[in-house]
């Protein structure tokens, strides 16, 4: 069993030799359909990793960067934040495997609140609980397109305040090399220039600032620690860069350690909400919401089928597995990064790897400690090499990543209860977490 890489928080992040406890992940670009052609008949609509969506339209979306004749035009200019994460590589993977592709107050922490929106329902006699949750959460969800020299993309936003405030996903606008520009389009079909403000690539988050915007729709949050499973979820975004689309589901699993990234060195795990709501490349950045039309959370990464053929890269697309980053911890970063133009975020200071159960790697007992950072919370608490913590509050660990995922859920100076086994017994360890930028 080997020992897992450093994270940014302190825990790490599985490597490649140790199976992870959810699919082998890679980053999803933000997808931007190429040049609409008409599909051969031996060459049907498919992704191809993360390269886009051949897919038959009246009319091709508005290239980044080109006039829109039909839409107001703000100035702009682009400024990278950190650096992107490498997109397309596989973790793992094989025949059959599955595969992870990335993709309150309603006023935030810079504007005044605003007035609960009027939901017109047109007809009331066909009308669904998605119909009025997409009626209420659409305004607040927007378009972005990215374009630098290394290429074009396209995602998806959710609106923080009425002067243009717009929390996406990092590895939406993050961007290799230098220069470039971000739009984003309204829902109203408005387009911006947009700039960067600050990215988190450890929670795969990111803050845009539209150029003169004012007047815009900001979402509302919803408190993600009382989504239930089963609950309805509703997403709203540009899948293969189609504006304005809403799917719906219901809520499959909360509280899913979810490891995404390409290496060891760019992974990110999230502490998911899962939905069988049907996200594709494009959605990412965008809005899931409950029945009344709030954000629960901020869709990031879906699961798909690798093709199990190494030259062949092929991705089945939505399949029913999605994740979304939960709206407590997506909420606090963004407004951290509209405040600061950075995140903290909860630091444990532990390396750690999946202690597993007899021979079979696959079934992970605990997150073993392998060291602690001197003068860091584990540290403080006691904690030691040798300990496997199986529990943080009443969250069961079974694995390094989980003990990640269960962390990052956490706020900086957030008091938590580990459960940890000791040679043969067991005791409770109260830390209060420390914090990292």
């Not at 051969?40 to 038959?56: C, M, R, S």
């Not at 049907?278 to 809005?287: F, R, V």
């Amino acid at each position: 069993m080997s020992e897992t890489e450093a994270g940014p928080m302190g825990e790490r992040t599985p490597h490649p030799a140790e199976p992870p406890v959810t699919p082998p992940a890679t980053w999803g670009p933000p997808q931007f359909p190429p040049p609409q052609t008409q599909p051969q008949p031996d060459q049907p609509p498919h992704y191809a990793g993360g390269h886009g969506y051949t897919l038959p339209l009246s009319s091709p979306p508005l290239q980044p960067g080109a006039s829109d004749p039909t839409a107001p035009r703000r100035a702009g200019r682009w400024r990278i934040g950190v650096a992107g994460l490498v997109a397309g590589a596989l973790i793992g993977g094989g025949a059959g495997a599955g595969v992870v592709t990335l993709l309150d107050d309603p006023a935030a922490s810079t504007g005044s609140p605003v007035a609960a929106q009027n939901v017109v329902i047109q007809n009331p006699k066909t009308a669904t609980t998605a119909t009025a949750a997409a009626a209420k959460a659409a305004p607040s969800v927007v378009t972005v397109y990215v374009s630098s020299s290394s290429g074009s993309g396209s995602g998806s936003g959710v609106v923080l305040t009425e002067d243009g405030y717009v929390l996406t996903n990092n590895h939406v606008v993050a961007a290799e090399g230098g220069g470039g520009t971000v739009q984003v389009r309204t829902s109203d079909g408005t387009l911006y220039d947009a700039t960067v403000v600050g990215t988190d690539p450890a929670s795969d988050l990111g803050v845009l600032k539209l150029d003169g915007a004012s007047g815009l729709t900001p979402a509302t949050f919803a408190d993600s620690d009382k989504v239930q499973v089963g609950d309805v979820a509703v997403a709203i975004g540009a899948p293969l860069g189609l504006s304005n689309t809403v799917t719906d589901g219901i809520i499959s699993a909360t509280g899913r350690a979810v490891a995404t990234g390409s290496t060891q060195d760019d992974a990110t795990v999230i502490d998911a909400l899962q939905t069988d709501a049907a996200i594709n490349p494009g959605n990412s950045g965008g809005a899931l919401v409950n029945g009344a039309g709030e954000v629960i959370g901020i869709n990031t990464a879906i699961a798909t089928v690798a093709s199990g053929t190494p030259s062949s890269q092929s991705q089945s697309g939505n399949i029913g597995v999605g994740f979304a980053i939960p709206s407590n911890t997506a909420h606090r970063i963004g407004e951290e990064i509209i405040k600061t133009g950075s995140a903290t975020r909860a630091f444990l200071g532990v390396s750690a790897r999946t202690q597993a159960d007899g021979g079979n790697s696959e079934v992970g007992t605990g997150a073993e400690i392998v060291s602690v950072e001197p003068g860091s919370a584990a540290d403080e608490a006691g904690l030691r090499p040798g300990d496997v913590v199986t529990a943080v509050g009443d969250r069961p660990v079974t694995t390094s990543t989980e003990l990640t995922a269960a962390v990052r859920s956490k706020a900086p100076d957030d008091k938590v209860s580990l459960t940890v086994r000791r040679g043969s017994g067991t005791q409770k360890v109260e830390v209060t977490l420390g914090s990292t930028s």
